[in-house]
């Protein structure tokens, strides 16, 4: 099969689909083989009983009454990216270069009091306690005025970006809008003063009426592997109803969230064999929810291919899956455990 090229509407960019020699999961199965790793360690910061070698709780969530033992913890990150301030001032450097203070927010969602506990082996109620985790952090850092974007990532395993083992996720406020944000904001704003409609509405319609791409429909999100993805089983959970702000979600939807999540985990951890993977949940501040023309939706990244100088020096992704394939070969996953 020939080597195409799509067009990613959302991001206004060119993926070159060079799937004619590799692209099935057997040839990207890492089976990674950690070593069983114990349920609690005496040393990790984020094991219970070491509260004190983290900087004191910002929030805590517990499964029930009990309040003496935390399931979730969020905590400022001991080695932050960005500091909280005051105000971000603008500055120049050596009159030309354009700067602004490093003012911003840094913290770790630790998801779970077990240290070798996995998301995608969790039960759908803690699920649920790291989402309102989630809830709450976008809603509280959507207040302060200098904050612009805030980006909540998950990095799991050395590939992905961590060695920390206990789970974990983290949030960082930014005191201009992300590059991402900012290029995503200007296509859709300009797709919707062309058509009227917003673009993340539009390609949630688009991947439903094709069908190919789908790994999952419910009553409020859809999941699918995007027509121009620019990874191999990039894979997006999108609210069918319009939403910019995660913070806006309501309860059913955290339901369903709480359930999608870890299911969607299982499959791709099962497919290819364990990989180290990256989710981001993308979202516009609580401020803006409304006046934004497209979607908060959460993009998982399994990191089973490397990026090369050709797509450092192009910005131009190299995606030797089809989507197609990777979605199919994840509904697959569905129906065999249905037929168990
Ligand atoms: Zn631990
Ligand atoms: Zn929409």
Redesign the pocket.
């Known amino acids: 099969m020939m080597a195409e090229l799509r067009f990613d509407p959302a991001a206004d960019e060119w993926v070159i689909m060079a799937h004619e020699r590799i692209g099935r999961p057997s040839d990207f199965e890492v089976h990674q083989k950690h070593k069983p790793a114990p349920s ?2 005496d040393d ?5 009983g ?1 509260e004190s070698l983290t900087p004191p709780e910002l929030a805590v969530y517990c499964k029930n009454e009990d309040t003496s033992k935390w399931q979730v913890r969020v905590i400022p990150n001991k080695f932050p990216a960005l500091n909280p301030g005051i105000s971000a001032e603008k500055r120049f450097v050596d009159k030309y270069f354009e700067g602004v203070e490093g003012i911003g927010h840094h913290e770790v969602v ?1 998801e779970s ?4 506990e996995k998301i995608s082996e969790m039960d759908p109620s803690d699920v649920e306690l790291i989402l309102k985790a989630y809830i709450d952090r976008v809603r509280v850092l959507s207040e302060r005025e200098y904050v612009k974007s805030v980006v909540i990532f998950k990095n799991h395993g050395p590939s992905a970006g961590t060695s ?3 789970p974990h996720s983290q949030i960082i406020a930014t005191p201009t809008l992300t590059n991402q944000m900012r290029k995503r904001l200007q296509v859709a704003v300009e797709y919707y003063s062309r058509m009227k409609n917003c673009l993340y509405c539009d390609i949630n319609k688009w991947e439903h009426e094709s069908g190919r791409r789908i790994i999952y429909e419910g009553k409020y999100f859809i999941v699918f592997n995007p027509y121009a993805s620019h990874y191999s089983y990039e894979t997006w959970i999108s609210p069918i109803e319009h939403s910019s702000c995660f913070s806006n979600i309501n309860r059913g939807g955290v339901e369903e969230l709480s359930g999608v999540l870890p299911d969607i985990l299982r499959r791709i951890e099962s497919i290819l064999g364990n990989p180290d993977y990256n989710y981001i949940l993308h979202t516009a501040l609580n401020r803006c929810n409304g006046d934004w023309p497209l979607h908060w939706y959460i993009q998982i990244v399994p990191r089973i291919s490397v990026i090369g100088g050709f797509e450092i020096g192009s910005g131009t992704y190299i995606n030797p899956t089809l989507p197609e394939d990777a979605a199919k070969s994840m509904r697959t996953y569905y129906q065999l455990k249905i037929a168990d």
Do not use: A, E, R
């Open positions: 609690w360690v990790c910061p984020f094991c219970p070491n630790v009091p077990i240290h070798n920390i083992l206990h």
